[in-house]
């Protein structure tokens, strides 16, 4: 029984530990839902509302897709907006590791608005593509309202915190050129180390260190050795020669 129980504990604390390692990966994004008090200047006046907004993130090729979703509405007409009276757009404030502001826009109003009736406002989207590297944060900014030919600005006034945290990785603007001119030092390189190769000794020189240059080919170094041992024989039997006739002359 013992036996049996040992495997399945084992097990157990196998998956217990593939959980808790899941669980200790840092998510890519970390989205939170922020209260944003809206202060709008209408034409018939100063109108102020608090909406809970929600940005979240979708990876699109070398950028993300974001979508600012408005969960209250803000502002109000007095008069009835018809279907697709109403056009929103707003801006993202991009923050952390990167800055700038992001786009978003949405469609019209898919159904009609009653007068002094909150406008709920559809969800806006746009791109952002990073150009810096790290965690970059986005947080609601100005809103607008078009709508019946006015202009409706809602300005956040509470300091809203993010919305949304992302890790990204930047297209590298400036790293990209770095590593162009890399690979043209490298080719450089490589067409002086071909030359050097055609010239063949100068390589050899090069390595020799306290060796003495050599001027020509390995070969003609060979044919020096050899030619040396030819000249270091002949003295050999030049010398033996002359003292053998040495001594014939003295035993005549």
């Known amino acids: 029984m013992s036996h049996t129980k040992k495997p399945a504990a084992l097990a157990l604390a196998t998956v217990l530990a593939g959980g808790s390692a899941v669980l200790l990966a840092a998510p890519a994004a970390q989205a939170t839902v922020q209260d944003v008090n809206y202060q709008c200047k209408t034409p018939i006046g100063n109108k102020g509302a608090v909406s809970p907004i929600d940005i979240k993130s979708v990876k699109s090729g070398s950028g993300y897709k974001l979508t600012m979703s408005f969960q209250k509405g803000v502002s109000s007409s007095p008069v009835e907006l018809g279907k697709g009276a109403m056009k929103p757009s707003a801006v993202i404030k991009v923050g952390g590791a990167d800055s700038g502001t992001v786009a978003v826009s949405g469609a019209p109003n898919s159904e009609a608005i009653p007068a002094n009736t909150p406008i709920k406002i559809s969800d806006l989207s ?108 002949a003295g050999a039997a030049g010398a033996l020669w002359l003292t053998r006739r040495n001594q014939a002359a003295r035993s005549r």
């Open 126 to 233: 746009g791109t952002y593509t990073p150009k810096k590297s790290g965690k970059v944060t986005f947080t609601a900014g100005v809103l607008t309202i078009k709508a019946l030919g006015t202009t409706t600005t809602c300005t956040p006034s509470n300091n809203p915190k993010p919305s949304l945290e992302l890790d990204v990785k930047g297209a590298g603007g400036g790293s990209d050129s770095g590593s162009d001119s890399g690979s043209g030092n490298e080719a450089d390189t490589g067409s002086t180390t071909g030359g050097s190769d055609a010239t063949g000794g100068s390589d050899s020189a090069a390595s020799g260190g306290a060796e003495l240059p050599q001027t020509g080919p390995a070969d003609s170094a060979v044919a020096l050795g050899t030619l040396g041992g030819t000249v270091l024989l």
